[in-house]
């Protein structure tokens, strides 16, 4: 059986921030947490701009902190820089596959078509830091390039301790069904991720030969879900925990940032509710903390503490 220990809960850029992860760990104290993608380049020069650049993790439990990028000596900088700032492992990306990660910065999903950088850099980042190492990649590039057992062996080679695989490749994108393949002879413990959802998905991963599961999109809107997987727990009082997500954001981004960034998850906690669409479109027409809450009020019922 996987242990609870082995469920991670996925880096999702512009979503698994301070304040997300600090609703997470309300439901589930001990969970394995993985930050949003940190630029390399933006973590080591300390762009002003971006708040996750000055994050410390040292109240955040067993947390990783993901970074990208396909500088050698500036993913070095980097891991340094987030083990000193409390990470208890360092993850590296080599699996987005947006265009300005995998194309123009030669980064992320990229370092699967250049499997030399690749190792490289996991030498690199495994050399800097005393905690562990981790990748998480998918399968390959497109269909024509499932290599993804080639990155493994390389990984293990380097150093890393864990690789998290997603059952899809660069091109696909997040379009269609993941496929996880057998993982049993693999040299390092490897992490099955994408589209695990429930219980039954991850009895199967553990079939397949996967040492834990991470969940992503499962998260969306219900920051509970590894505690309703593990212990059957499902919150009653949902408006409260949207507040309170609303207030963290605002206390971390300021309202001016952080009213339109809350939008999406405002829409994503409303799934599956009734009058969830009409609630969506007003919420997107909002800029107002004040108007945001009470709209919040309005749909599930809840009141905002003053």
């Known amino acids: 059986m996987i242990e609870k220990q082995n469920f991670f809960v996925a880096p999702l850029a512009g979503i698994t921030d301070r ?44 947390i990783g902190t993901q970074i990208f990028g396909a500088n050698v000596q500036m993913m070095a900088d980097a891991a340094r820089i987030l083990a000193d700032n409390g990470a208890k492992w360092i993850d590296i990306n080599m699996g987005c596959p947006v265009p300005k990660v995998a194309t123009r910065a030669n980064a992320g999903a ?16 495994v050399g800097a830091v005393d905690i562990p190492v981790t990748v998480k990649t998918r399968l390959g590039w497109d269909n024509e390039h499932i290599d993804w057992r080639e990155l493994v062996d390389i990984a293990a080679d380097s150093g ?12 696909a994108g997040y379009d269609g069904v ?16 994408g589209d695990i959802k429930d219980a039954a998905d991850i009895s199967q991963m553990e079939k397949l030969g996967y040492s834990g599961v991470m969940l992503g999109r499962a998260m969306l809107g219900a ?13 009653q009082d949902v408006g409260a925990i949207v507040l309170r997500h609303l207030d963290l954001v605002i206390d971390y981004y300021g309202a001016r940032a952080g009213v339109p960034l809350f939008r ?16 969506r479109v007003a919420v997107n027409q909002i800029t107002d903390v004040a108007e945001l809450k009470d709209k919040i009020c309005e749909f599930w019922g809840c009141v905002a503490k003053i």
């Open 223 to 235: 920051p509970w879900k590894l505690a309703e997987i593990n212990d059957g727990v499902i919150p």
């Open 264 to 279: 999406k998850h405002a829409a994503w906690y409303s799934a599956g509710c009734q009058g969830a669409v009409a609630f």
């Open 19 to 62: 304040p997300f992860r600090t609703v997470v760990r309300e439901f589930s104290p001990d969970a394995s947490l993985v930050t949003e993608m940190i630029s390399c380049h933006s973590l080591v020069e300390m762009h002003k701009n971006c708040p996750r650049n000055f994050d410390h993790y040292e109240t955040e439990g067993n």
């Open 178 to 193: 993941a496929i996880h393949p057998d993982v049993h002879d693999c040299p390092i413990p490897i992490i099955a991720n």
């Open 110 to 125: 990229y370092l699967m078509r250049n499997h030399k950088l690749a190792g490289e850099i996991m030498r690199a980042v």
């Open 160 to 171: 890393v301790r864990m690789v998290a695989l997603h059952g899809r490749t660069r091109a």
